[in-house]
């Protein structure tokens, strides 16, 4: 994207002054803001619109900011879009879940419209960084993999890995800290068309595994979801 077309923001909080403050705060810092009140109408909004960020209240009337976040994520044209969720103080186990989930940040209730700002350039810095390091080459620890040459390295050693746990790694890699649901990484390596189930994808992480025992505790099962590689800076 050129830099000069603003990025856009969808602000999804049911309480219309907050809202509303937080619309006309990132306006002024010269975001595109979409605003949603409701579960349903923001998963409208996001397929519809397709907006760089989601902020996300994780309490909302009708469907909660969990179970949102988590429809978003299993949605394969929204898997990696970035959330920041809002959280009240008495909420910090939802936080968890809500990071487990998928959600990129949160920003815990009362902030200023200034915090969360800092947390979005902050967070729109990273998700630029890790696409600008070379679309070709990916580290991670002792980890490399080229993708032109369809090599893998474990410090100098040559790993041979399949097409699929190729596929599958470097799908890993690209999104580390995001959660990838099962449905996500079976379309993104198997394709559309594909008849397999899902549990093709754990035989194949597991194999990953075997194959290159640093990913051992490096890519985490997440309940009932997918898999996450964790982010370089937090291991392996
Ligand atoms: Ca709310």
């Not at 920041?84 to 990129?104: F, Q």
């Not at 093709?200 to 590689?229: C, F, M, N, W």
Request: charged share 30%; aromatic share 6%; proline share 6%.
């Amino acid at each position: 994207m050129p830099a000069s077309s603003p990025k856009k923001i969808l602000v999804v909080e049911d309480e219309k002054d907050i809202q509303q403050l937080i619309k006309l705060y990132l306006e002024k810092e010269g975001f595109r803001v979409l605003t949603a009140a409701t579960g349903p109408e923001c998963l409208v909004l996001v397929a519809q619109d397709k907006p760089d960020l989601i902020v996300l209240d994780l309490m909302l009337p009708d469907m909660d900011g969990l179970e949102v976040c988590k429809r978003i994520r299993a949605a394969p044209e929204t898997a990696i879009v970035p959330i920041i969720m809002l959280t009240a103080k008495a909420e910090e186990s939802d936080t968890v879940i809500g990071l487990e989930l998928g959600a990129d940040d949160y920003v815990t209730k009362p902030f200023s419209p200034k915090t969360l700002t800092a947390r979005i350039k902050a967070l729109f810095r990273r998700l630029d960084r890790i696409q600008a390091t070379g679309t070709t080459h990916y580290r991670y620890g002792p980890l490399t993999m080229d993708l032109e040459r369809h090599e893998v390295r474990l410090g100098q050693e040559e790993v041979m890995l399949t097409a699929k746990e190729f596929g599958l790694l470097e799908h890993l890699i690209r999104h580390p800290g995001r959660v990838l649901t099962r449905d996500v990484l079976l379309n993104a390596v198997w394709g559309y068309d594909y008849y397999g189930t899902t549990r093709t994808v754990d035989v194949h992480i597991r194999r990953l595994k075997q194959k290159l025992p640093i990913l051992e505790d490096a890519i985490i099962s997440v309940k009932s979801l997918g898999y996450k590689l964790k982010e370089p800076t937090d291991g392996p």
